[in-house]
């Protein structure tokens, strides 16, 4: 069944979307006419439809490819390879299905219209696929079908732009490369760069590149952002351009999303805001209308969100696992069995039965009782997580209380504070 166990993992491509399971199944649905899919043939879907079994760990989907990493550490690609960007040697050949790229040492992935960047386990951050604005940043505009190397070592984190790449450094530094004609690099000039430039010398702690427009978090949770701001998905009150980093939420920001010409955030207490374009209803606000400062879409529970690449949707899932889809819908992107396109969210898998009980929220200072109705003859956990992620909760104690009972919860140092707590019927 689709909704036996949870979704943990969301991308958006141009008109297709991809999801993971806690089992490590991939599914996919909507626009499948270059093999982004991957599963054998070029029919689009409008309902998930499983494309591997197990042992995916990570995905990106693009404008008609998508990539994804398995438990090996192996690099896998499906769809059109515009310009070499699966780094197989060839130019603008179609794969379907997946085909393994790099066998294994990969740890993060990212991809931009045309050109797709990766981690290897040392740190070292690799490229391929178009560099006609530097975005490779290995000092030449020259396209490559093979990847380069781009920065030797201590990079954890990546994001690419239509035609710009960011890249996050182990000592918090921020830094850009590519294209900036709108700013998106940060850097205080309009110049494109094909040599990584840094912008940010310390404190980012997360970072996500759209179409020209880039966002960032620092270690205090702020929200950061430069570029492009024509549909004010820079989210501070203007629809003006900006080269330089402008603070847009002070704090408690834990994720952020960059689309082509829109951008979603969470906060701490799991509520989701979003700004910028609205033509296809992404950001999921019940209009059709552009914004220029952060909107609140879902007031909380939601833990991991994905903006589309050079389109019009959004998706996001809750703690129960569930997964939720708003915007275009043209192709099927949705996963709703439908061609509609909605401005307002859309359950598209739930959660698995029992996996949505959350109990409580245990704040400094204090106890906390939880109370819940049982069934009988059904067993019960005791979870903590962290962070609300379905990946995340920890089991604490099995059967806590009967059918019905009463658990109380104490604050002591094996029970800290701002942890999340539920309990959850078993098999």
């Not at 141009?14 to 499948?32: A, I, P, T, V, Y």
């Not at 732009?161 to 205080?188: P, R």
């Not at 759209?210 to 620092?218: A, C, D, I, P, V």
């Not at 606000?285 to 914004?291: A, S």
Request: net charge negative; with cysteine.
């Amino acid at each position: 069944m689709i909704g036996a166990q949870p979704v943990t993992k969301i991308a958006a491509g141009g008109s297709h979307s991809l999801f993971l399971k806690s089992d490590g199944s991939l599914w996919g649905m909507g626009d499948n006419s270059s093999g982004e899919l991957g599963d054998g043939t070029y029919d689009s879907t409008n309902q998930p439809k499983q494309i591997l079994a197990n042992n995916v760990t990570a995905i990106v989907a693009e404008q008609s490819c998508s990539l994804f990493l398995k438990g090996d550490g192996s690099r896998w690609a499906m769809g059109i390879n515009n310009y070499g960007m699966f780094g197989d040697g060839q130019f603008d050949n179609t794969v379907n299905p997946p085909e393994k790229i790099i066998s294994s040492n990969v740890t993060v992935i990212a991809a931009g219209a045309f050109h797709s960047l990766f981690l290897n386990s040392d740190g070292s951050l690799w490229g391929m696929g178009a560099n006609g604005s530097g975005q490779l940043g290995n000092g030449i505009q020259n396209y490559t079908n093979l990847p380069v190397e781009i920065v030797a070592s201590n990079v954890t984190a990546i994001a690419a732009g239509y035609a710009h790449s960011l890249l996050l450094k182990s000592d918090g530094s921020l830094w850009g490369v590519g294209a900036n004609e709108s700013g998106q690099l940060g850097d205080g000039t309009f110049n494109n760069t094909n040599l990584p430039q840094e912008t940010v010398v310390s404190n980012v702690t997360a970072i996500a590149a759209g179409y020209s427009h880039s966002l960032f978090l620092k270690s205090d949770g702020s929200l950061w952002a430069m570029g492009a701001n024509e549909s004010g998905q820079l989210g501070d009150g203007t629809t003006n351009n900006i080269n330089v980093p402008e603070q847009i939420v002070a704090s408690n920001v834990t994720a952020i999303s960059a689309g082509a010409f829109h951008s979603l955030f969470l906060k701490s207490d799991g509520s989701l805001w979003g700004m910028g374009e609205n033509r296809g209803g992404e950001l999921g606000d019940g209009t059709y209308n552009n914004t220029n400062r952060p909107e609140q879409i879902v007031a909380n529970g939601v833990t991991a969100i994905a903006t589309g690449a050079f389109a019009f949707h959004s998706l996001f899932i809750k703690h129960d696992g569930s997964l939720w889809a708003m915007g275009w819908n043209y192709y099927g992107q949705l996963g709703d069995g439908t061609y509609n396109s909605t401005n307002l969210p859309e359950l598209v898998v739930a959660g698995p039965p029992g996996f949505n009980q959350i109990a409580a929220q245990l704040l400094s200072g204090g106890n906390v009782s939880l109370s819940f109705v049982g069934t009988a003859g059904t067993n019960y956990v005791l979870e903590r997580s962290f962070s609300l992620s379905p990946a995340n909760w920890l089991p604490l104690v099995t059967n806590p209380a009967g059918p019905g009972g009463v658990l109380l919860l104490t604050n002591t140092p094996n029970k800290a504070t701002n942890n999340f707590w539920r309990i959850r019927s078993v098999p």
